[in-house]
């Protein structure tokens, strides 16, 4: 860990007018940021502490939605009444992430903004393209059983590692960031990117921008949703996959569907069109099959991570029972429903 | 004196250092404040294989705070001899030297020591040093080396060879009706105690020390800093009161503790040096290993033939070992035995003993095979182990002391349910889970080790017991106090044990599951002793009513000493001493092993474990939702430090099972997941019921107190029961732990 200067701001115009210089970081619930500081992967000049700012509400919008802060802490979130209420999927997917001491200290902009999990991405004596561009990408032909089977480049095949951002993903949240140019809204689907040839990009922000708030549109998920994490252990592991699954009924069929993927891609994996499949269509394991088969049709191994393919296919199936039965899967019980 | 009543010994007794624990008022090595201390960080290769062309440092010196920099060019002088580097658990071969020439034989080797004022100084300076190298090959995968493995020339002390083969294994084998063969792999494993290792040296002026070190052997440490840097042993007090996990990753002395030794010594400061999680994946760990167990029965299930080779993996300057296959020779009686053991240089530190080293693998592997076995023949798991009951040790035709495995059977099938188990596979469902039950024996050594103690009795009645014994989170503490206390009938309050200090009577290094036994011997020994004076001092006072009495006669409770048939016979402790104008009585108590005995016996711990799994096929998730543990492990001082104990070892046989493993990037030679993030130990919710039994078991051969020693069976038998059990529930057997999703799916 390096030597750096520390600012903490109280509102968030002086909070930009901080992260103007080249190496600030911003620093809010610190799970992730820390972590990499220790293993020099990540080396701030500057720590740009926002705890001081005015981003802990979570407010009705006029839409209908709901607008949170971006320091709203992960157990916050998750356990408000508003949100259970209306976006128990969101709920649902937090809750199947970290543990408690992690998520009463992380933040909502901080999920948006955490690290991939890639092994070479935390060993800085290992080439990684997405922590020092050009050198290459160890996981490649390496360690690799968590990598991404969706949407890899030739530089980069490290995956997003959140469980909230899956569950945004599938809600078409949008992000509300503010920087030296203004405020604009980025669409859920646009915020994070795939690695390409720049896999040191994580998402779309521009250097000196802030996130604000996470928007909710109104949503109809509440009855038959779920978010189904498939991992190594039981609680605390990332997700080898996971499914977040919303539907709207119409008689016995399925009127409008959203699936998203986690843990395997370099950002929560939707496919549109595929989902345009189940439309209409009365819910069958066939017909998940064929919608699970769509979704995955690009998708490539790397060796290790084979298996996620498959992993993949049979989590949206039984995500997609479960979401259409109205018995989403409880983060509280062990065995999948 | 056995017949007064044992008030302490064998109740349910809490932690007497828990309050301290868990107020955090019990201090760890890293944690003891010192005078103007200065703060090492350890800098480490960043290649498996080769030699250190360049070394840039300046950037290192540059940042504020720095004092110095070590490297192999300006270390500080340390021994020359090999063995004056052996520590007394060392396998044989050169010990590692940290800075000791330009050589790089495993990843992370240490290559420079950054001491600075501050911790955050020498981790920013240890950042920004900088090695070239020239790269030699490198190889960290075993499966490549299963060729050149070799029997080891040298046998590491204490560690028994494969006994010769008996019978005609192969012939026997040949001509059996029903027969196996398959290949099994524990993939490596790190300790990763909760305590990162740490040493606080505190420099009291011309070369006197007291070190402050994680360790399993206060002793063993402070003989290997004396030996190493040729200091005086009466200048040199080495401290380990508290101990935050070990599992034999603290039985050798680790490079921290080197290191702050010579910072200190070459600045003429104190020095504190802490490992980061990373880079205690650098130090020891369990060794990866390929296993073929060969088993071939009658059509009843009684076994013909035993063959088992182990290929195992050490480093390239030691020959680790440990008995992996011995245990295939006792466990079951058969008269055709066959095991061999070898080794493979990789470039990877030295592996080092790792709860129940050996056995946690080869009976994993054994128990397995055993298992498939008992399909083949049709009979059922539980039943063919009874059927092979060995009623004695057959690679030494020696008698056990006690073997109550078969009321491990009987008792833990009854607590498990056994009698209502399905015998056909994937017979039992649950929705989306299929259910199955397996079962798997344990057995470890039951040692007694040479240790000694004293015993200080005061006038005011009150106890002092010491030993050089630590306590890694064993029970330790509270044990020697509740034999103490019993000893003198005492309240717990009123004994005071002390341990982990280099200065006490001798003992060994906290390992092996002998503590309890051999440190507990001796602490009674001690008191023994000390209540024989007391009783010499009462029987010559005036008019003593204990005039006529024998030392058998007495016993010491409630302050007083009193004819046991005969309670009013009494006289206080406080009168005796005060009589005999003493302050205090205090005597020696030493034990060791009866060699005679061991002639004719030998000494183990056994267990039967039944495990119950969930296994969602389709998905492959396994969850282990039941474990009984029944062991048989002689006397039980403390109930509930024991069953922690067990617990403790069953939650590590199901990490071994389900989740452990280093990851290595074999083209770098480098582990890849070496956080607690990425290397997966069961998480609370990984555990579900655990039943702990201990079945009656009387033994007076095998240590003076009947204690046989918790450490390390709960592991034993527990990663082969929930394989058993994933294959009682699937059908399918997959033999490479842990059994992650990916192995599932693929089977």
Redesign the interface.
Known sequence: ???FDYVRPDNVSDAIRALATGSSKVLAGGTNLVDLM???VE?PGRIVDINRLPLKEITPTAEGGLRIGALVSNTDLAWNDDIRRQYPLLASAILAGASPQLRNAATTGGNLLQRT?C??F??P??ACNKRDPGTGC?AI???N?IHAILGASPDCIAVHPSDMCVALAALNASVDVEGPDGKRSIPFSDFHRLPGSEPQRDNTMSSGELITAVVLPPSDFGANYTYLK?R???????A?VSVAVGLTLKADAIDEARVALGGVAHKPWRDTAAEELLRGQRPDTQLFLKFADQVLTPAHGQG?NN?KI??AR??MV?ALHQAFAGTPQDQSV???? | MSLTENIHIGRPTNRVDGRLKVTGQAKYAAEYPAADLLHGAIVGS?IAAGRITALNVEPARQ?PGVVEVFTHENRGKAAWLDRSWRDEVAPPGHPFRPLHSDRILFDGQPIALVVADSY??A??AA?LVSAEYEVREHCTELERKRSEAYVPPEKRSGIPPPPDPRGDPEKAFEDAPIKISRDYRVNAEHHNPMEMFGTTCVYEGNDKLTIYDKTQGSQNAQGYVTSVFGLKSKNVRLINHYVGGAFGSALRPQHQLFFAVMASLELKRSVRVSL?R?QMFHIGYRPDNYQTVSLAADREGRLRSIMHDAVASTSHYEDYQEAVVNWSGMMYHCDNVKLSYRLAKLHTPTPCDMRAPGAAIGVTALECALDELSYEVGIDPLEIRRLNFASKDENTDKQFTSKALHACYREGAAAFGWDKRKSVPRSMQD???LIGWGVSTGMWDAFLQKAEATAKLSADGKLEVSTAASDIGTGTWTILTQIGADAFGLPLEDVTARIGDSTLPTSPVEGGSWTAASNGSAVQAACEAAKETLFKHAKKMANSPLADSEFEDVAVSGGCIFRIDDPGKRLAISEIMHAADLEEIEEEGKVGPDLLQMMKYISYTHSAVFAEV?V?E????V?VTRIVCAAAAGRILNPKTARSQILGGVVMGIGMA??EEA???H??G?I????L??Y?I?????I?NIEVIFVDEHDEKVSPLGVKGLGEIGIVGTASAVANAIFHATGKRVRDFPI???KL??A
């Open positions: 860990m390096n030597r220790k293993y020099d080396r999990r092994y070479y935390y060993d004596s290992t160890s032909g390496g360690v059983r498939i190594d252990r039981l609680s605390y592991a990332f080898l290790e298996f498959e992993l049979r989590a039984r062990k065995s999948v429903q | 960043t940042v955050e100084a981790r920013d950042s980061t990373s929705g989306h889970d969930r969602d389709e998905l492959g998730i969850r389900l989740h990851m290595t990037d083209r770098l480098k890849m997941n070496h956080n993030a990425e997966h069961p998480a609370h919710a990984d579900e992650t999703i990916d799916l693929a």
